[in-house]
């Protein structure tokens, strides 16, 4: 417990300077940095699982990914006026996400059809590779679209990570203290309704209070952030479900006290599209 608290004192003041003072670009390389790394352990949970997937050629869709959701930002905050800059800054830079992920499906056919893998470790390979980018990668890269956000972009990543922080911490402690009854026992048999309830309502809190600060609707705002406290419970539980599959503990042990990387982003990765979804839907009925 003691590692746990000294590893998250010494990474929240990072993370949080990371977020408020770098520019966009940084925060990419960050953000792909820790995906690959989430990915790696990925892998290793499906090696264990006996699922032998094609991790250099998702690493590789993975970066053209964030690469992709970061110059959509970019081309958000500054909108190109001329139709012939629009057309050239597409072809030379600008790489749409579904052309990422029609790159992604042919390179896995190419490494299916041209390697020489046991047929019946084809279709394992390519559904595992596929899971690695659809289920960690893509809802995770919403990320980047929150920080290009003029303005306040910064402001709703602090939300959505504090979201999860508090959500975590109080999921914790109220299970501890009255949790009682079981959430999910095959996946976690340490989690608890009243656990996830207080998860919820300490996101409640979080919404209500990060409301004044980014001018936004309170109570639209707390029903936001109940749906991605709901969803990132529910990535925590499904990364549960990969270990439990592989028969582990913890996907790593990067982080003491923590587990490793998809340990640590489980939460975020599914609660992030919600609220990115939520703010664009905002931005679009101001305009």
């Known amino acids: 417990m003691l590692r746990r608290i000294l590893t998250a004192l010494a990474l929240i003041p990072v993370v949080v300077a990371l977020v408020w ?13 820790v995906l690959l790394l989430a990915l790696r352990e990925f892998f290793r949970l499906g090696e264990l699982s006996g ?3 094609f991790p250099v050629w998702t690493g590789v869709a993975s970066v053209l990914m964030i690469f992709s959701q970061w110059s959509e930002g970019q081309l958000e ?8 800059e629009l057309i050239r800054n597409r072809l030379f830079w600008m790489l749409p996400l579904d052309a990422v992920l029609m790159i992604f499906v042919f390179g896995c056919m190419v490494i299916a059809l041209g390697s020489r893998m046991g047929l019946a470790d084809i279709l394992p390979g390519m559904g ?23 303005v306040t972009g910064p ?18 402690f109220t299970g ?40 936004v609707d309170a109570s639209t705002l707390m029903v936001v952030g109940t749906i991605a406290s709901i969803a990132g419970q529910c990535g925590d539980l499904l990364e549960s479900a990969y270990k439990r599959g ?10 003491p006290g923590h587990g490793g990387m998809l340990d640590r982003i489980d939460s975020l990765i599914f609660a992030v599209p919600v609220v990115w979804y939520y703010v664009d839907w905002l931005l679009r009925n101001r305009g």
Not at 21 to 33: I, Q
Not at 144 to 149: A, G, T
């Open 77 to 84: 905050v500054h909108p190109l006026h001329s139709g012939v």
């Open 21 to 33: 003072y770098a520019p966009s670009g940084v925060v990419a390389v960050v953000l792909g940095l």
């Open 176 to 215: 501890t203290l009255v949790g009682h009854t079981p959430l999910a026992p095959l996946l976690s048999p340490k989690k608890t309704w009243e656990g996830a309830a207080g998860n919820v309502l300490l996101s409640l809190l979080v919404a209500y209070a990060f409301a004044g600060w980014l001018e």
């Open 128 to 150: 595992v590779s596929a899971a690695g980018l659809l289920l960690i990668v893509f809802p995770a890269s919403y990320l980047l679209r929150l920080d290009q956000i003029p």
């Open 51 to 53: 699922l032998h997937g």
């Open 246 to 255: 592989a028969k582990i503990k913890d996907s790593g042990a990067l982080l």
């Open 155 to 172: 402001c709703w990543v602090l939300f959505v990570l504090v979201l999860v922080w508090a959500g975590d911490i109080a999921a914790y």
